[in-house]
């Protein structure tokens, strides 16, 4: 009877150990990046760039007309295959540094709010829709417009 048990307990424990949903990874978008046409970037005291995809070739439409360095794009649309180990409320976003965003990216009408640093973890706040993530830190790290410049001197 005991033995039957515990090859019964060991056989449920096995099933959900294989057949659990991974909680542990949240994507933050179902977007995948290839589909996404239209960039915003915004950051507290300088004008938002504005990237448009056309005719599968990234451009920058705004605040200058240029070409877009693609490796750079694909950098900033990187959030879209982001996960996050943590999905929290959006009660009280003050406490994330949330309420007056570091910076601000639009994906077409995907809109990701970068907020401060976990001390713990060293990972970033990130609100989307009503929910917060945490997500790695690289994320935010948006090449400036002059980085992005395909024509920019010094970059290919």
């Known amino acids: ?3 039957g048990l515990l090859l019964a307990a060991v056989a449920l424990l096995a099933a959900f150990i294989l057949f659990k949903p991974d909680f542990s990874r949240i994507r933050l978008s179902e977007t995948p990046p290839g589909k996404a046409s239209s960039i915003r970037i915004e950051r ?8 448009q995809k056309r005719d ?3 451009k ?4 200058v007309m240029a070409s877009a360095r693609q490796e750079s794009v694909a950098s900033i649309l990187s959030i879209l295959d982001a996960k996050s180990g943590q999905k929290l409320g959006a009660a ?6 949330l309420d007056r965003p570091e910076l601000k990216l639009v994906i077409d009408s995907e ?8 001390p713990v973890t060293g990972q970033q706040y990130v609100k989307k829709g009503k929910d917060i993530y945490l997500v790695p ?4 790290l948006i090449p400036s ?3 992005m410049e395909a024509n920019h001197a010094g970059t290919p």
């Open 44 to 51: 507290a005291g300088t004008p938002a760039i504005l990237l």
């Open 111 to 118: 809109e990701f709010d970068f907020g401060m640093l976990n």
């Open 145 to 147: 417009l002059a980085e």
């Open 60 to 63: 920058i439409v705004a605040p």
């Open 1 to 3: 009877m005991r033995t």
């Open 56 to 58: 599968g070739v990234w």
């Open 137 to 140: 830190a690289r994320y935010s």
């Open 92 to 97: 009280d976003i003050s406490r994330f540094g």
